[in-house]
């Protein structure tokens, strides 16, 4: 059991150098298509994540390459902007109509992340998608959490989308 813990704590410590090491890339772009490029470029370098898409539900103030616009006339786009909660991502085992639509791909898409933007409503989704059940519904969503934050802090402008003053963001939840 020990050896179980040990080995947990070692991957916990990798994923959280990859999202440090995210965050500084973010940092360190000098405008939001960089920072754009930098996410897509370390989700699918260092974290392997197969597919990356990001989406809006809102018209951004300024039009980014990667940042895709979905409206809601469809049935399943209206579902999965009604079931998404600020800090709250949700995975689990993909639909077919969820899979061609977040992905647009005919790659085998077993399970996906739905990682939600936005600090006071849901402007956007930052979808991933995995050839395995990498993605299972009763995953640890930490890390998924903080992922969203740094993406929704670095974007939020685009949106008018003022973070909360509170400083507690994740760290109060466990």
């Not at 150098?17 to 370390?42: C, P, V």
């Not at 469809?74 to 949700?90: E, F, I, M, N, T």
Request: proline share 5%; glycine share 8%; net charge negative.
């Amino acid at each position: 059991q020990v050896d179980s813990l040990v080995s947990i704590a070692g991957d916990n410590g990798v994923i959280m150098q990859k999202l440090h090491h995210l965050a500084l890339r973010l940092l360190q772009a000098r405008n939001q298509q960089m920072a754009l490029d930098a996410l897509y470029q370390q989700l699918q370098g260092p974290f392997a994540v197969e597919q990356v898409t990001l989406f809006s539900w809102e018209l951004p103030s300024s039009s980014l390459a990667g940042l895709q616009q979905l409206g809601v006339r469809q049935d399943w786009v209206a579902s999965l902007k009604a079931s998404l909660r600020p800090g709250q991502p949700v995975c689990g085992f993909i639909e077919a109509q969820w899979k061609q639509g977040l992905f647009k791909t005919t790659e085998p898409i077993e399970s996906m992340c739905c990682v939600p933007l936005g600090w006071h409503s849901v402007w956007g989704v930052l979808a991933l998608g995995s050839h395995s059940n990498r993605f299972q519904p009763d995953l640890g969503t930490y890390f998924l959490k903080i992922l969203g934050e740094l993406v929704s802090a670095q974007f939020d402008g685009l949106f008018n989308d003022v973070m909360p003053e509170s400083t507690d963001l994740v760290l109060s939840e466990s």
